[in-house]
């Protein structure tokens, strides 16, 4: 077997210039609101994180733990991108449930239950078709520019506060969206708004037949003109108005507003400024200078106790309720607690502005007889995120939480949970839509093709020695700066309507195809007589394309398309989501245990509907020697094709989590292996139909290393054989990879699971490791022979086999990206400026 370690000559490139886009809103679903008292304390699952780009994007992340466990070194991973219009960005996102009588009271809401709206600075409010990855509907504010979009808590009507200084409502109750009503109108804009507590109307026992029904009596909104406002919710008129600090006369902007169960009122402003007021006076409770400049961002932790609060000057602080004792009189032995806010932990964890914040489990500002209170044993998620990149997720318990009880901190980033002492992780940035990579290459040509918003760039490596430095022990070497080893070959502007969603390049670089949600444009790479790419566009392509698309009509082509597979768009599979049996068209296929479970339930109503499914194709993989196709999607749903016949071969059983990457060994054209985001993955033999024997060793006794590292696997690739040699040449090693680390894996039968076997029962005897051995690469499995992992490059957007012996690593370094933006707020702390 090759051994693990063995060098090889690596390009380490940061010329590609992929500029990630700039976080503009993050957002958790709500819970379904109680109806009992008190509510029911059980801890929920995680749910779906929705992060809206200034690109228009919107990434859908979900959490990667398994069910019923609370602790998931990956977190939240991208699942799905719904591709924003071009240009557009995405200033406002909101969650409702679709059907909240129909879940309980502690149920998570999926995808499925969900509506998502958004608002990207201008009047148009859009909802998202988050199964077809688009828009499905939009709406005009009719009120011009839409600042904020919150829901009540009921999740029937949605409040936009608008540039003309009204409120308007919209019912989205039935699964509409219209236009409900408008507040009366003030002479300035509404650049926020948020809900009061409503309040529960119990029928009486004439009306059993009827629900209880929860009211909205008004709503909040912070304004252009140095005040807050409350309105009355049924009426639309203005109730109280409450004026902010102002500096030289100028307007202070309230960006962001809040409200607690208890009618408290919190606000952030352009000052700097988190202030507390009494809904019932209109009157300040508490003011507090926590920021040196606008607050832009605000979120209520799940029980109510603690606030949060971000902006421009990148600090997250902390805010507590704490209670307090004191004697009634001087002369009196009676206490009486009180309650205070006090500013309790601050911490700096971006680099630029914050822009949003959210919390998992969420809040819901409900009346102390209906207030949530969660299990104190699992520490709360704040989400964050701004204009550097990236999410960033921090436990959040309170200290009062850890005295009774050692707290779960979910990242499994250290021991500690509290805010102030645990450890945040950033969640890596993707290239590509749906945790793809947007890189490309043409391994005969030495081509790159990097695709942005609605750019493509091609670059070639020249041919050039390179220093072998894949090893453990060494260090990278820098690249000669002397001599030039790439060139930029083609830079593509295209006219598209929505950012661009894949593409990829021919492996001689003759053809690249690319596309957006709604056209797919292929393009011949001509070479010049001095060597220089030119791009021709085939326009024929969509005309061969259309009559294989729904509702399209027909028209003839000079290419053909040989087959049209819609596989994935079938129902008859499918079990609570899950392949529980083979298609009618073919044979068996080997199930794993969990779809034995829910074989019993295969006779679903999804079998009894004959429409087309919904659903991405997130993945496709061909095998070296062209035989077999496989693609997968992002209902876990997995198929293979044979090339040779044109005929669907199988479908695998599904796992827990869509498969992050496929490819097939080129040694062994016929293994497929599925690496997944919780950093596993499974071998398949696509000839026999069945997961090998020895693959199961392999499989389920992952090194720890391996399985709880933060970022997950992005790729996996094979080392190509010689020129000229057969395949089963090429190295008996996979090479799987995630932003921050590649790992070299032996993969191969037979020896290497004897080996494997009696290295796991050496390991069974060592003490346990540590966060740091797990996580930094510590010699907590030194004794691998067959595992080697690497830390040099990061973050990575791309790894591949150009050629064998040469990999290719794309790095996009996070101070290179910073560069590109405007400098980050700064203010000397001591002396003059």
Known sequence: ????????????????????????????????????????????????????????????????????????????????????????????????????????????????????????????????????SCVRRTINSQGGTIWSVAANPAGTLLALGCEDGTVRLLSVADDTLQHHKRFDRVKCRILSVAWGPPILKENSAEDDDEDDEWNDEWIVTGCSDSSLRKWDAVTGRMLDRMGTDKIRGERTLVWTVATLGDGTIVSGDSLGMVKLWDSRTATQLQSFQAHGADVLCLTVGPDGLAVYSSGVDQ?????????????????????????????????????????????????????????????????????????????????????????????????????????????HRRLAYSSGPSSTSAISIARQARLVSCMQDSRVSIWRILKK??????????????????????????????????????????????????????????????????????????????????????????????????????HHRQRNTLSRNRVTKDLKVNGDVEMSTADEENAEDSESSDEDDDSPLLGSVSRIAISADGQWLATTDDRCRTHVFNLDSIQHHCVLPSFQHPAQSLAFDPANPNLLILAFPNNTFQVYDVETRQFPAWSHELCNNLPKRFTTLHDPIIGVTFEPPPAGAPSQSSGKFAVFWGSSWLCKMGFEDGPFRERFSKKRRRESTKPPPSYKNNNDGGPDEPHYKEFKMITHYRPLLFVDYLAHGELIVVERPLVDVLATLPPAYFKHKYGAS
């Open 1 to 132: 077997m090759t051994d693990a370690t063995t060098s090889v000559a690596v390009h380490r490139c940061r010329f590609i210039d992929f500029d990630p886009s700039a976080i503009t809103a993050v957002a958790f679903p709500p819970l379904p609101l109680p109806y009992t008292k008190p509510p029911k304390t059980q801890y929920p699952e995680f749910g779906v994180l929705a992060v809206g780009h200034a690109n228009g994007n919107i990434d859908l992340c979900e959490w990667t733990g398994l069910k019923n466990e609370f602790q998931s070194p990956q977190a939240w991973v991208i699942r799905k991108t719904l591709p924003g219009l071009y240009p557009s960005k995405v200033d406002s996102l909101a969650f409702i449930i679709r059907e909240p009588h129909t879940l309980k009271e502690d149920q998570v809401p999926t995808v499925s239950d969900l509506r998502l709206f958004s608002s990207g600075g201008g009047s148009e409010l859009l909802e998202w078709d988050m199964e077809g």
């Open 315 to 423: 600090k997250l602080i902390q805010f507590s309720l704490i209670k307090t004792n004191k004697a009634a009189t001087k002369n009196s032995t009676e206490v009486r607690t009180t309650a205070r806010w006090v500013q309790t932990s601050s911490r700096r964890m971006h680099s630029h502005d914050v822009r949003s914040l959210a919390i998992w489990p969420p809040y819901t500002p409900l009346p102390s007889s209906h207030k949530r209170q969660f299990p104190s044993e699992i520490a709360p998620i704040i989400a964050s995120g701004g204009l550097d990149m990236s999410v960033v997720v921090t436990p959040a318990a309170l200290p009062a939480s850890t005295m009774s009880a050692k707290v779960i901190n979910p990242l499994a980033t250290s021991v500690h949970a509290t805010f102030e002492d645990s450890y």
């Open 465 to 566: 020695p390179l220093s072998p430095s894949l090893t453990e022990d060494e260090t990278p070497e820098e690249p000669d700066n002397t001599s030039a080893q790439w060139e930029k070959c083609v830079e593509m502007e295209l006219d598209v309507h929505t950012n661009l969603v894949a593409s990829a390049i021919s492996d001689d670089g003759k053809w690249i195809v690319v596309s957006d949600l709604y056209e797919t444009k292929l393009f011949r790479l001509v070479s010049d007589a001095e060597g220089r790419l030119k791009p021709r566009r085939i326009r024929s392509i969509s005309e061969i394309l259309s009559p294989h698309l729904p509702q399209k009509p027909a028209s003839t082509g000079d290419p053909r398309v040989l087959r049209k597979f819609d």
